[in-house]
């Protein structure tokens, strides 16, 4: 648990240096230089992801169980993740109606899926991995759309087709990851 916990703390608390340090983060950038600080950053956040993945690992092997999680939950996530999963394609594919309403879908879609977990899933380890990410998330897109206020920001509208390319390619990524890749993964078929 403690390799879950301190692979969250990097991960995450790395991730948000930019909302609670951008100041220092700004300085770190120019005393580094752009490609010195992304190396430290990226091997830093490959440190605490790793962390994750064996932490989290090792919990599932030691369940604490909280509660018992609703009949239907593991549905409704299914759903949540398939929407989980528009969000995340939606932050890359450009001209999308999808990122030009809602300026950050990637954070959205890490709170959607993040939120789908917590309902489908019952322990210690899952409360600590989605709900730090769900904490994360929910912070971070706030901290975001201030930012873009702030700057004035003005994203352009995007296209139907773009949005319509967006929706198949997230459901079939989806569909790839429910019905193949999350149990050769996670061990775990979720549908």
Known sequence: MLE????????????????????????????????????????????????????????????????????????????????????????????????????????LGTKTWALAHLLANNTLADVLLFGGFLVWAILCFRSSRQRDAAAGLVRPGGSAAMTSLTIAIGTLAWAGFAFWAHQWLMGVRPL
């Open 4 to 107: 879950l916990i301190a692979g969250l703390l990097i991960f995450l608390g790395l991730h948000s240096v930019r909302m609670f340090a951008d100041d220092w983060r700004s300085r770190q950038i120019a005393n580094l230089g752009d490609k010195a600080w992304k190396l430290s950053y990226t091997a830093l956040s490959l440190l605490g992801f790793g962390l994750i993945i064996y932490g989290y690992g090792q919990a599932r092997m030691a369940q604490v169980i909280l509660w018992q999680p609703l009949p239907g939950m593991s549905h409704l996530a299914a759903l949540l993740t398939l929407l989980a999963f528009i969000l995340l394609v939606a932050a890359y594919v450009p001209g999308n109606q999808i990122k030009a309403r809602l300026g950050h879908p990637m954070l």
